[in-house]
């Protein structure tokens, strides 16, 4: 795509900012047309499905932030001179043509386009089919801000297409494809890498765990493992797996007190073979494929280990590489448990639901990525970028 100037494209996206709080109604109305036809069993998927006034107000203020930040395009990052006499600067370019895959989240729609667009890239939006109102309402709104300046509509692509289809494309696509991002379950992360034919950026599974040492501040803990657990059943960032050190005082007490405080929130329990010994009525984990199980609902597993090594090793055999949380008051042990868990991000005596952009002060993300290539974490407007490298000359040879 031709780059364009930053001035044009701050001016889309204020003006994509009028065209959301026009016409509020109009995208409640689609959203309700899904939420009627949706399924509610499946209560995770639905909580993402709404769209309210809320709702709204944070996609307006999802593209007032980037509009607000800075042009991640043509920026420069390195310039050295050879004794050859060759120029030779580093300048960040756009990616080109990203695909994003995604359940649900109607609010995906707009960060996705919004970054996309304000680092210079196409983008083609797959969305599912349960929020398919939602999301061609909101396409509509963007090919509005996209042509009141002049702007081809196809930036940003709307994708209507079935599993058969989607299949299809991915293996052999109709146009330029340089990214594909899903964020979604473990089957569709599969699906999209077994059929894509360029770069796949895993995204969105999340199977976090939080450590307590003997050394937490008990009380502190309870508080983040029940933020952790419950805030946002439906999130990638909450917490599914909690680990408590057997050496920690009144251990016995303390395993009763917080299976007493999770049941009490309506979360459901499930417990190792150590922990069954003291928590009798809790049913034990008989599938060792739990540990690797990313829950999306009031669900949780309360595990035994005698010691920081062995948390560490479970929390790398299993998690998702997304966030894990260590309590503890000894900021060596918390260094060790931070330098050497595998995961994107990693905490000390806080709530793995900070794993956002927004809250990390990246702004609008595309997505989380556990991937260590090309970026780790939340994928804001910086991360949206490659590079180019620009060789100024003057008949140089190489000899």
């Known amino acids: 795509m031709k780059l364009l100037n930053t001035d044009i494209k701050n001016k889309v996206l204020a003006d994509m900012e009028r065209i959301l709080d026009k016409n509020r109604e109009e995208l409640l109305q689609a959203n309700q047309k899904d939420l009627d036809a949706f399924d509610r069993d499946d209560q995770a998927l639905y909580d993402r499905l709404v769209v309210d006034q809320k709702k709204v107000d944070q996609m307006i203020q999802a593209v007032k932030e980037v509009r607000l930040q800075s042009d991640p395009v043509n920026q420069e990052i390195s310039t050295r001179h050879l004794d050859n006499g ?11 043509t990203i695909m994003i895959i995604y359940e649900s989240r109607p609010d995906v729609t707009v960060e996705a386009a919004v970054l996309a667009f304000k680092a210079n890239n196409k983008i083609l939006l797959k969305g599912g089919k349960e929020a398919y109102h939602s999301n061609k309402a909101l396409v509509k709104f963007w090919h509005q801000a996209l042509t009141e ?4 509509s196809n930036f940003i692509q709307f ?18 494809l340089d990214l594909i991002v899903p964020r979604g379950g473990e089957r569709l992360i599969a699906f999209v890498k077994e059929h894509a034919k360029c770069a796949v950026l895993v995204s969105g599974r999340g199977n976090n765990f939080l450590y307590v040492h003997p050394e937490a501040d008990w009380e502190k803990s309870l508080e983040v493992i029940i933020n952790a657990k419950t805030h946002k059943i439906s ?10 050190d057997t050496r920690i005082e009144g251990y016995e007490d303390k395993l009763k007190e917080l299976r007493q405080l999770l049941t009490d929130k309506g979360v459901s329990i499930l417990v190792d073979k150590k922990v069954k010994t003291i928590l009798s009525e809790e049913n034990v984990i008989t599938d060792p494929s739990v540990w690797e199980e990313e829950f999306l609902a009031m669900k949780c597993v309360i595990g035994a280990v005698d010691n920081l090594d062995e948390a560490i090793e479970k929390i790398n055999t299993h998690s998702g590489g997304h966030s894990a949380s260590i309590m503890t008051e000894n900021n060596a042990v918390a260094q060790t448990f931070m330098e050497n868990v595998d995961c994107a991000a990693v905490y000390q005596n806080a709530s793995t639901r900070f794993t956002d952009g927004g809250q990390m002060g990246v702004g609008a993300e595309l997505a989380i990525s556990t991937d260590k290539l090309h970026h780790r974490g939340p994928l804001g407007l910086k991360q949206l970028v490659t590079n180019k490298y620009y060789v ?8």
């Open 235 to 244: 999130a990638c960032n909450a917490l599914d797996k909690i680990l408590i």
């Open 149 to 152: 300046n002049n702007l081809p």
């Open 392 to 399: 100024f000359g003057d008949g140089q040879i190489r000899v």
């Open 159 to 176: 994708l209507e297409m079935d599993r058969t289809q989607t299949q299809e494309f991915l293996k052999t696509p109709d146009q330029d």
């Open 86 to 96: 060759l120029k030779i600067i580093n300048k960040t370019a756009p990616f080109g």
